[in-house]
C-alpha cells in the first residue's frame, strides 16, 4: 500500500491564482481531512469528509474547497491565492468506527504564496 | 476534544528514558489519551492511546493517573530518531473523527 499520497510536495503562487492540492488514500478509508500547519502551530482541520459525496467544515474553511467523488481522493482547491494561505498543508484518513482513531498522514505539501 | 497542556520543550540523553508529559485536567470519562509525533516536516504519526489503564506497544508506554487529569509517555531507550515533536490528544473514540492538535514538545535526543 502507499499509504496516503500527496501531490505536488512544493508549489508557489501568485496572490490570487487558484490551484488544487490532490490527496489520495489506497487504504480504503472512509474517512477524510485537510490540516494546515503554520510555523509555531499545531495542526488546524480546514476541511473533513465522512465519506464519498459528504464533505463539511472544519476549524478554518475559509478560501478553500473541497469535493469526494471517491473514496480514494479528496482534492482541495484555493479558489484565490493568499499569503495568509502559505503553509504546509496535511492530509489524513482513517478507518471509520474503528475501535481507535488512527489517522494516516501523508507527507505534505508546502505552499508558497507570494 | 479537552484541552491538553505540554511542555514546550525536552531534552533527552541518548538510550535513557524519554518522559513526556501531558496535563488534561478536564478531560471527560469518554475521552481517551492519544499520542501523536511529527518527526522534522513529515506528517504525525501515531504513537499510542489509552483511556484508563497503561498501555504498552513496540514503540511506546503511555501511563495514565488514577484521577486521569495527567498522563506520561514514555520512550524506552531514545535514539536519536525519537527526536520529534510529540503530541498529546484528549479524544472521543466514536462519532467523532477530527483530532484537535496542540502545540505538542519538541523532544531533542542529545548524543
Known amino acids: 500500500n502507499a499509504g496516503v499520497t500527496q501531490t505536488p510536495k512544493f508549489q508557489v503562487l501568485k496572490t490570487g491564482q487558484s490551484m488544487t492540492l490532490q490527496c489520495a488514500q489506497d487504504m480504503n478509508h472512509e474517512y477524510m481531512s485537510w490540516y494546515r500547519q503554520d510555523p509555531g502551530m499545531g495542526l488546524r482541520l480546514i476541511h473533513y469528509?465522512?465519506?464519498?459525496?459528504?464533505?463539511d467544515q472544519g476549524e478554518v474553511p475559509n478560501g478553500y474547497n473541497v469535493s469526494r467523488s471517491t473514496t480514494e481522493d479528496f482534492p482541495l482547491r484555493l479558489l484565490s491565492a493568499a499569503p495568509s494561505q502559505t503553509s504546509v498543508y496535511f492530509c489524513?484518513?482513517?478507518?471509520?468506527?474503528?475501535?481507535?482513531?488512527?489517522?494516516?498522514f501523508g507527507p505534505g505539501t508546502r505552499l508558497t504564496v507570494l | 476534544d479537552a484541552k491538553t497542556t505540554q511542555p514546550p520543550s525536552m531534552d533527552c540523553a541518548e538510550g535513557r528514558a524519554a518522559n513526556l508529559p501531558c496535563n488534561h485536567s478536564?478531560?471527560?470519562?469518554?475521552?481517551?489519551v492519544y499520542w501523536y509525533r511529527q518527526i522534522h516536516s513529515q506528517g504525525p504519526q501515531y504513537i499510542i492511546h489509552?483511556?484508563?489503564n497503561n498501555e504498552t506497544n513496540e514503540m511506546a508506554s503511555l501511563i495514565i493517573t488514577e484521577d486521569r487529569k495527567s498522563s506520561t509517555l514514555i520512550l524506552p531507550h531514545a535514539t536519536l530518531r525519537d527526536t520529534a515533536l510529540y503530541y498529546c490528544?484528549?479524544?472521543?473514540?466514536?462519532?467523532?473523527?477530527?483530532?484537535?492538535f496542540g502545540t505538542g514538545t519538541r523532544l531533542t535526543i542529545i548524543p
Open positions: 489524513a484518513s482513517t478507518e471509520a468506527g474503528r475501535a481507535y482513531n488512527e489517522q494516516f
Open positions: 489509552g483511556l484508563k
Open positions: 490528544i484528549a479524544h472521543l473514540n466514536f462519532g467523532n473523527e477530527k483530532l484537535t
Open positions: 478536564t478531560i471527560s470519562g469518554n475521552e481517551y
Open positions: 469528509s465522512v465519506g464519498a459525496g459528504i464533505t
